[in-house]
C-alpha cells in the first residue's frame, strides 16, 4: 500500500507542476479544478513544491467574486537543460529553463578533427552558453545532442556520420558525458526535428507525422501514435536508402544510398552539370529556375517526384497526416509546390505538405524537448516512465518563420 500511496503521489506531483508550468500563475483551487485532485492534496503538493524551491507565490487572483486566493508559477532559474546541434560544420548549443524559455544561444564552427575534439568542444561550448546567460553550470541538469548519423545505444557510438570523424569508432556519448559533466542523450538529428516540429511547429496539432529532411542528404524523422521511431538498430528514416533514384545494386548505392544520390543536393549538381555542361551550386539552381533555364526546371522537377515518391512510401506504411520537409533543399518553397503536384498524380491519399516553421532550429527545439521532458520526468515524476509529460510550447520567437 505504500509503495501504491507514493506511486499515486509522484502521478499527482507531476500533473501539479505540468498544469503550473501551462497555465501559471495558477491558484490551488483552480489548480484543483484542472487536475482533478482534493484541496487538500493539492495544497500539500503545493507547499512540498514550494518549499524545495520549485514553485513561488506570484501574487493573488482579482476580478472574482469573494476573497482574493494566492496565485503560484514556476521558478524557472531551478533548472535548466542544454540542447545541441552537431552538424558537419557547425555546433548550436541553447540553454532553456525549467519555464521552457531559451535564455541563451552560441553557434560555433565543428572541429574538424573530429572525436574526442568535437566532444570537448561541444562540452566547452555548453558551460560558454550558460555563462552568456550567467546560469550556474550547476543548475544544468541533463542535456541532449542532436548528432547527423545513428547512435549506438550500446557502444555509445555514432554510425552513418561521414561528416564528423571518427565519431563511429568511439563512445561518443560517454565523452560527451565527460565532458558535459551531467547526464546527455544522444539522439539522431532528424527524430529531433521531428519532435521539435510536432513540439512547438507547425505540427503541434498532429499525432501522425514526418519531418523529411533534404540537403546534402536525406533523412526523416517519422512519429507514429506521439511517438518517434527508431528501429530495430535506430536506423528508422534513413530514407536515403530507399532503393529508387539511382541504381540501388550499384556499390555506391550501399554508401550513400540510391536515392540520395540522386535527390540529394550532390545528385541535382551532377544532373545540372549533365544536361548543361557546366557546374553550379544547388542554391543557383533555384535562382536559373526561376530565370527560365530549362535545366534547372527539370532538374527540380526531378527532384520534387523523386521526393514525391518518397513521401508516398512513408504514406504508404505509416499513414501519416502531414509531412514536414526541411533541410537547405527541403524548405524551399519553390519545391513545395511541385512535390505537391507531383504527390497527387502517384498517390491517393491526402498528405499535407508544409514546410518546416523552425528552420534549421528544429533539431535544436527537439533536443529541448527531450531535455526537458528527462528533467520533468527526474524531478517531479521520480523517474517513473509511465508518466505523459505535456510541456509548454517552447518561448523562442526568434526561432520560428526561419524557413
Not at 501574487?59 to 514556476?74: F, K, N
Not at 543536393?265 to 544536361?275: C, K, P, Q, T
Not at 533536443?367 to 518561448?395: C, E, M, R, T, Y
Request: charged residues 20%; hydrophobic residues 45%; glycine residues 12%.
Amino acid at each position: 500500500m505504500i509503495g501504491s500511496k507514493n506511486l499515486s503521489r509522484q502521478f499527482s506531483r507531476s500533473a501539479v507542476v505540468q498544469a503550473i508550468a501551462s497555465t501559471g500563475p495558477i491558484s490551488r483551487a483552480s489548480l484543483a479544478k484542472q487536475v482533478g485532485l482534493s484541496k487538500q492534496t493539492i495544497s500539500e503538493i503545493v507547499s512540498d513544491l514550494e518549499n524545495d524551491g520549485w514553485i513561488t507565490e506570484s501574487g493573488r487572483t482579482a476580478g472574482h467574486v469573494g476573497r482574493s486566493a494566492t496565485t503560484y508559477e514556476l521558478v524557472p532559474s531551478a533548472a535548466f537543460v542544454c540542447a545541441v546541434d552537431l552538424g558537419g560544420t557547425k555546433v548550436r548549443a541553447a540553454i532553456i529553463d525549467l519555464a521552457c524559455t531559451v535564455v541563451a544561444e552560441l553557434t560555433e564552427p565543428t572541429d574538424a578533427r573530429g572525436g574526442v575534439d568535437v566532444a570537448q568542444q561541444i562540452g566547452r561550448l555548453c558551460r560558454k552558453t550558460a555563462a552568456t546567460a550567467d546560469v550556474d553550470w550547476s543548475k544544468v541538469m541533463f542535456a541532449t545532442v542532436g548528432v547527423p548519423g545513428v547512435p549506438d545505444q550500446v557502444s555509445g557510438s555514432v554510425r552513418m556520420a561521414p561528416n564528423i570523424d571518427k565519431i563511429d569508432a568511439m563512445d561518443f556519448a560517454g565523452a560527451l558525458e565527460k565532458e558535459i559533466g551531467c547526464g546527455v542523450q544522444v539522439e539522431n538529428d532528424v527524430n529531433l526535428a521531428a519532435i521539435g516540429e510536432q513540439w512547438s511547429g507547425c505540427a503541434s496539432e498532429v499525432d501522425n507525422m514526418a519531418f523529411v529532411s533534404l540537403g546534402t542528404g536525406i533523412g526523416a524523422g517519422i512519429i507514429v501514435g506521439g511517438q518517434i521511431i527508431r528501429g530495430a538498430l535506430g536506423a528508422a528514416g534513413e530514407l536515403g536508402f530507399l532503393p529508387f533514384g539511382a541504381d540501388p545494386f550499384e556499390p555506391g548505392s550501399l554508401k550513400t544510398g540510391a536515392l540520395e544520390r540522386q535527390a540529394g543536393s550532390f545528385g541535382m549538381i551532377n544532373r545540372y552539370a549533365d544536361l548543361a555542361g557546366k557546374n553550379v551550386e544547388v542554391k543557383d539552381l533555384f535562382d536559373l529556375a526561376q530565370a527560365g533555364d530549362e535545366h534547372a526546371d527539370s532538374v527540380l522537377e526531378e527532384t520534387a517526384r523523386l521526393v514525391a515518391r518518397l513521401v508516398a512510401t512513408i504514406g504508404a506504411v505509416v499513414d501519416p497526416s502531414m509531412v514536414v520537409l526541411g533541410g537547405s533543399i527541403g524548405q524551399r518553397r519553390e519545391l513545395q509546390k511541385r512535390i505537391e503536384i507531383a504527390l497527387a498524380a502517384c498517390f491517393p491519399n491526402p498528405i499535407d505538405i508544409k514546410r518546416s516553421e523552425l528552420g534549421d532550429h528544429a533539431a535544436l527545439v527537439g533536443s529541448a524537448a527531450v531535455g526537458l521532458a528527462h528533467l520533468h520526468h527526474k524531478i517531479f515524476a521520480a523517474g517513473l516512465n509511465n508518466v505523459d509529460i505535456d510541456l509548454p510550447q517552447l518561448s523562442a520567437p526568434a526561432w520560428k518563420g526561419v524557413a
